[in-house]
């Protein structure tokens, strides 16, 4: 026996599964509850266990201490604009390989939804054909609104990089949760409990969802990826942020994105 996992649950153990679970915990075998595996094993918090109350819990204060939330906004503006005087040659590359496909618009902004509930104008590279907002709401695998350079920009990212402007400009961070479209987080706050606790901090261009999970495009997807944002929000740290460079960075290299 690895370990020994338990649901948590309101019934009280027989003595005799308790008193066996105490011997074997004392000859080294570890225990845990199914929440604490989650995180400890997987790195995410479970769904079934957020209540009204769940948020009041130890962690989240974290992320929102006024401490660390000046050293990661410092951070945010001195990575972010050197990022931007970098990455200004591919940006530039990508904007002209736009252009040339369709000659339609280099750029597409989309109102999405930032921390405390706040809305903002995010900018990308646009990757799909122009459009009138009508279709799915999410990207789909095989989506021929995705163009040939579209296709390209999303495998290696590079259609993000025109956010690291909302990032100077404060309504993002360079990592933190997805920021979701305004019109699919009404229809995700109404069907997802607890759904709104992901607003606590500011968006990221990457995060601990989109490092660990492929992108969502329903909502199954979009709980296992609440689960890594939850996480990710009770946990921070700037070691876990490191972290979840380093994964993007692989990303990148690989072309894994999508």
Known sequence: VEAIILRESARELAPDISRRLVELYFRGVPTYTLELFHQVYWR?????????????????????????ERLKRISDIVLAGAGLVLASPLIAAGAVAVWLEDRGPVFFFQTRIGKNHQPFRLVKLRTMRPGNGQGDLTTQPGDKRITRVGHWLRATRLDEFPQMWNVLCGDMSLIGPRAEWDRLVVNYERE????????????????????NYPYGANREDTERKLEYDLYYIRHFSFLLDATITLKTIHIMLFGKGR
């Open 44 to 68: 995410k918090i479970p769904l079934y266990r957020l209540n009204q109350t769940w948020l009041f819990q130890e962690g989240f204060q974290i992320a929102r201490e006024p401490v660390f």
């Open 192 to 211: 997802i409990s607890c759904y709104h606790f992901r607003h606590l901090v500011k968006p990221g261009i990457t995060g601990w969802a989109q490092v």
